[in-house]
């Protein structure tokens, strides 16, 4: 596949010693992680491992306690979703972040609703263009105009999908995004994320499908107890040793064999 | 030959399969019927729930007429339903975003009386006498207005900025509201009743002279008709532009036609309603004019409450589902983790829909101390209970994110036409209380098991 970007150009996400507290809890302790354009990075560790609330001072739902993220080498201030998206952070939450009561293009659209000059929602406008990048995501979609309550789960989350394309994301933070979704969505969701790739589009995907993981990514951080464990070049890992890094917490080089073998047992 | 005609002619033999025969082709003529009823209304793009309650308030309105011997639909009576339940109307339109955003306001009721004190003091006490400007000023009106406006917005905000910024739970905000601001009535004057009003701002309560008369009336529902018009070709076109489905072409007619008789309908019976004799014999000789034989006959026409409710709904409506406003209340409703992912600043939507609902609690509190013409102590007592009523009977999930404007007004109606159907018939007070208590549970009970149905 495409190789790292070259080291001189700065990377397109760079989150340095990133610390947040949840009372007594550091739930994610001085993480550094970088992205670069073009690039899937697989955010994978067990459950409470820090991976989506690290994801979530990226997209400005978390404030960080300490620490700094810079867009294109310059630090960008995150303070809530809106600043993310300014800079071209789009994300797709676990939960889908939908509000249920309202209908598919109102969600592709919430909080950056189309007006017509004098302020009324052009509600037309945003179904054409909910139609549109629905066409071309999911073209069998066709539940433009009710609540996406009634929608399969599939379907919603191709209207989460949707929402994060549509606004020419530059970076994009991928939540378990196959989570709702049967075989033939899920390797449609694989194509998409290869397209973007392609695109230059820098991509985090958090997964606990670890086949997912190696499929999609380039580099894989591993997380454990709100830390990295490690960086790794996906090319040179196995499955294994990158289970191993989830489950003990360890580089490779560092399991003991007593603990590997326990892993097996 | 022989055995194939005997099958069937030995199950028909039997009287349950003759039964389940019959049953199942009821039911399958039910199923087609009903399933025709719904393709109707979809070509028609009609809010089905609202079509229940209008079906609803035409079964309350003819069982009235009935037993009270043909007294309740007459326009004389209709007339004044509508006077008496502007005031409520207004208020619970606010009251569907206040709920829609899973918040809730315990203080309409003393906040109206405490407005409408404030107003009745500007006008009454402050201007004429603390200032010396004297009674009736062109001006006072007005002013009375705008302070009890700007009030009610300060004191919506105040709630809102409570309930928003200072994470205390509406219904606590609101309950010390609803203390607190009819308690201050009392220190105002003591609970004396501050009366007579300033003469304009009196015609804001309706009566006869506080209506908009035969001629404007029809001037105000042609352009109603023209406006239903417009927005129907407007929505037509715009659709069009994309390529969407647009209704049938009969649909649409029939939908503009509908609106434009129920408007003009509407008119034509406020407009039936004459001035009482002696009123119309007093205009006759203050101005001068020969009274025919049986009496002058002067048309009263839309009651400016009416006429404001009517302005104060289509604003609502408009807020609520064509600005970004509307949209972000009602996406608060129904998952607040995704409005504030979404960008959309929680806080200040929920403070915005209190300061609203205050701004309609001034209008309200407005139009109930002009029709008393002062204000009395106990003014708005229990409204908030009527308002919330009526939002909830109107179609408004206290789950949020659900509810419309229209079915709060036509909700406000409907508990007025209980509550003065039931007057009609003499029945006494805690007997209303006890039927309006009974249709508020089952209204929402049955409404949610049609949800339930429908889910």
């Known amino acids: 596949m495409t190789a790292p970007a070259p080291a001189h150009s700065a990377p397109l996400v760079e989150m340095r010693d990133i610390r947040v507290s949840f009372g007594g809890v550091r739930a994610v302790d001085d993480v550094t992680l970088d992205l670069h354009a073009g690039e899937v990075v697989g955010v994978v560790g067990g459950n409470g491992a820090g991976k989506s609330t690290l994801m979530k001072t990226l997209s400005g739902a978390q404030r960080p306690d300490s620490g700094e993220i810079l867009i294109d080498g310059r630090v960008a201030s995150i303070t809530n979703p809106r600043d993310a998206k300014a800079v071209g ?7 889908l972040a939908l509000a249920d009561n309202v209908d598919a293009p109102a969600n592709l659209f919430l909080g950056r609703e189309l007006t017509t000059a004098l302020g009324i929602l052009d509600d037309s406008a945003m179904e054409d263009a909910t139609r549109k990048v629905m066409g071309r995501l999911n073209p069998h979609f066709k539940r433009f105009k009710t609540p996406v309550r009634s929608l399969s789960g599939g379907q919603r989350q191709s209207v989460a999908i949707a929402r994060a394309v549509h606004f020419n994301a530059r970076i994009l933070i991928m939540d378990e995004p196959t989570a709702a979704l049967g075989p033939a969505e899920t390797a449609q969701v694989r194509d998409l994320i290869r397209q973007l790739k392609a695109e230059g589009i820098g991509i985090f995907l958090i997964s606990h499908d670890i086949h997912d993981v190696f499929d999609l990514s380039d580099r894989i951080a591993v997380m454990y107890h709100g830390r990295i464990v490690g960086i790794v070049d996906k090319a040179k890992v196995t499955t294994d040793e990158v289970l191993g890094m989830i489950i003990l917490g360890k580089r490779p080089e560092e399991v003991t064999q007593e603990e590997l073998a326990e892993l097996h047992g | 030959m022989t055995e194939i005609s005997g099958v069937p002619d030995a199950t028909s033999h039997r009287p349950a399969g003759r039964v389940r025969a019959a049953v199942s082709r009821v039911r399958s003529a039910f199923g087609s019927a009903t399933s025709r009823v719904r393709s109707v209304t979809t070509s028609l793009e009609i809010d089905t729930r609202l079509l229940g309650m209008l079906l609803a308030l035409a079964v309350i309105w003819i069982l009235f007429h009935w037993r009270s011997n043909g007294n309740f639909i007459t326009p004389r009576n209709l007339w004044n339903l509508s006077v008496q339940s502007a005031s409520i109307a207004i208020m619970a339109t606010g009251m569907v975003l206040v709920i829609v955003s899973r918040n809730i306001d315990l203080s309409v009721g003393s906040l109206l009386g405490f407005l409408g004190y404030t107003m009745a003091m500007v006008q009454a006490e402050w201007i004429p006498q603390t ?13 009375a207005l705008a302070v009890g406006i700007g009030l009610g917005a300060l004191i919506g905000g105040l709630h809102g900025a409570l309930v928003a910024y200072g994470g205390v739970p509406s219904f606590v905000v609101t309950l010390g509201g609803f203390l607190i601001w009819r308690g201050l009535i009392f220190w105002y ?26 001629r404007w009336s029809w001037i105000v529902a042609l352009i109603a008709c023209a406006g239903i018009v417009y927005t129907l070709i407007a929505n037509r076109r715009r659709k069009r532009r994309y390529g969407f489905q647009t209704r049938p072409r009969w649909a649409e007619i029939l939908v503009g ?7 003009l309908a509407a008119v034509w019976v406020a407009n039936s309603y004459p001035w009482p004799p002696a009123l119309a014999s007093q205009y006759a000789a203050d101005h001068g004019i020969t009274e025919p034989p049986g009496g002058l006959r002067i048309a009263t026409g839309i009651a400016f409450p009416v006429l404001i409710l009517a302005g104060v709904a289509l604003v609502m409506t408009v807020i609520a589902t064509r600005r970004r406003f509307g949209r972000y209340v009602f996406a608060i409703g129904g998952n607040p983790e995704a409005a504030v992912l979404g960008g959309i600043n929680v806080r200040r939507t929920i403070m915005l829909t209190f300061v609203l609902m205050g701004v309609l609690v001034a209008i309200s509190a407005a139009i109930t101390s002009a029709r008393l013409n002062g204000a009395v102590t106990n003014l708005g007592v229990q409204n908030e209970l009527d308002v919330i009523a009526a939002a909830v009977i109107g179609g408004t999930s206290f789950a949020g994110g659900i509810g419309t404007i229209a079915g709060a007004v036509l909700g406000a109606v409907v ?40 889910s």
Not at chain 1, 89 to 95: A, D, G, L, R, V
Not at chain 2, 198 to 214: C, E, K, V, W
Not at chain 2, 257 to 263: E, P, Q, S
Request: hydrophobic content about 50%; glycine content about 12%; some cysteine.
């Open chain 1, 89 to 95: 952070i789009e994300t797709i939450y676990q939960t």
């Open chain 2, 257 to 263: 036609a509908v609106f434009c008789v129920a408007v």
């Open chain 2, 415 to 454: 508990m007025q036409s209980l509550r003065s159907g039931m007057l009609l018939l003499l029945v006494d007070s805690p007997t209303q209380d006890i039927v309006v208590g009974i249709v508020l549970v089952a209204a929402v009970g049955l409404d949610a098991l049609l949800r339930r149905r429908a």
């Open chain 2, 131 to 143: 200032l010396g400007l004297g009674f009736d000023q062109p001006y006072t009106w007005i002013v």
């Open chain 2, 189 to 214: 004057a003591q609970g004396q009743t501050i009366a007579p009003l300033d003469s304009s701002f009196a015609l804001l309560g309706g009566g006869p002279i506080g209506s908009l008369g035969d």
